[in-house]
């Protein structure tokens, strides 16, 4: 079937699939300014919501090889602050893999939807990780750390929160420095929503009572931290993939425990990515969904075959992944 069949008339965002060093597909639709006509481009801006926290995986696990850090340091014994009824003894390859019972400031077991939470706390003051603190520091310990798998924000706000902490950078800066600079991708990065760069894409939210859309600015953090955030564009994570998967941003065997299944049977996870189980093995991807934004990307290392999907509509990109991968995988 061809590509742009499987895709269809509706989708508004980016597509780039490739095979190898071959791009067999690449095509943006929809705008990304809706009022002005401003169409999406190959080389818009995407926000990705919480597919940041793979980036947020790799300076961390960069840490580790470096000898700052290891995987059984426990979070009480690098803060300096009262962590009241939060577990001190939660390690960092808990918190990696989603297993550390932190609690987290966006239950997605609870609340359905980003939004809720900027009912009573203006998302305007989100521009930094701490800025969160309020919004868990007092809660319980969801369960017992290390006891079960369950998808955790907070973890990986924590994670940023060490990064800063072991560097003395803010954490977007260090990914810069140590992520998206080796990997050519100049184009990512977490911006500020009053202080967008050129290029990037607005989101927006379908009004079905008015049959119209609104902008997703009050609807997510100002700016990103290590739960998502970032803006990137399809070809910047290509690059990503290709660093990765060759040992150019973590040593061959780091990359591969990164892509280990951590998480037992249930849900598949690694270390800040998700695994999609194979007849043999895991395809690793990662994903996001706020208000307005979609996002997804897995690798297939059989095939080679690498997909990028975003929406600044909020789209389903889940099941557009679907089709497509299984289009050149049948």
């Not at 955790?152 to 800063?164: D, Q, S, Y």
């Not at 990103?224 to 061959?252: C, K, M, R, Y």
């Not at 990164?258 to 189980?277: R, T």
Request: net charge negative; aromatic share 14%.
């Amino acid at each position: 079937m061809d590509i742009k069949d499987l895709i269809g008339m509706d989708f508004r965002g980016c597509v780039l699939i490739q095979i190898g060093n071959e791009t067999v597909f690449q095509k943006s639709f929809g705008y990304a300014d809706l009022p002005n006509k401003i169409p999406n481009e190959n080389d818009t801006k995407f926000a990705t919501a919480s597919a940041g926290k793979v980036f947020v995986a790799v300076g961390i696990l960069q840490l580790i090889e470096r000898g700052l850090l290891n995987f059984d340091d426990e979070i009480g014994n690098i803060f300096n602050f009262h962590l009241k009824d939060i577990d001190g003894t939660i390690t960092i390859e808990e918190l990696l893999t989603h297993t550390s019972g932190i609690p987290d400031y966006f239950d997605e077991g609870v609340m359905s939807d980003y939004e809720e939470l900027w009912r009573d706390f203006p998302n305007y003051k989100i521009r930094s990780n701490k800025d969160l603190l309020p919004l868990f520091i007092d809660k319980p310990m969801m369960y017992p750390r290390g006891s079960r798998f369950q998808y955790n924000n907070t973890g990986f706000v924590v994670l940023a929160m060490i990064i800063e902490k072991i560097t003395g950078s803010v954490f977007d800066e260090y990914l810069r420095e140590n992520v998206f600079a080796p990997c050519g991708m100049v184009s990512t990065g977490y911006y500020e929503l009053d202080r967008l760069p050129a290029k990037c894409a607005v989101n927006y939210i379908y009004n079905e009572k008015g049959d119209d859309y609104r902008t997703n600015i009050f609807s997510v953090d100002a700016k990103g931290t290590g739960a998502g955030g970032a803006f990137t564009t399809v070809n910047d994570i290509s690059l990503f993939w290709e660093h990765l998967i060759s040992g150019q941003l973590l040593s061959p065997e780091m990359a591969t425990a990164m892509m280990a299944n951590h998480s037992g049977d249930a849900q598949c996870y690694g270390y800040g990515i998700w695994l999609k189980k194979l007849d043999k093995g895991y395809s690793p991807y990662f994903q996001g969904c706020d208000p307005g934004v979609s996002f997804i990307s897995s690798y297939d290392a059989d095939k080679r075959l690498m997909i990028v999907l975003v929406s600044n509509y909020g789209d389903n990109v889940w099941e557009l992944l679907k089709k497509i991968f299984n289009n050149f995988t049948k």
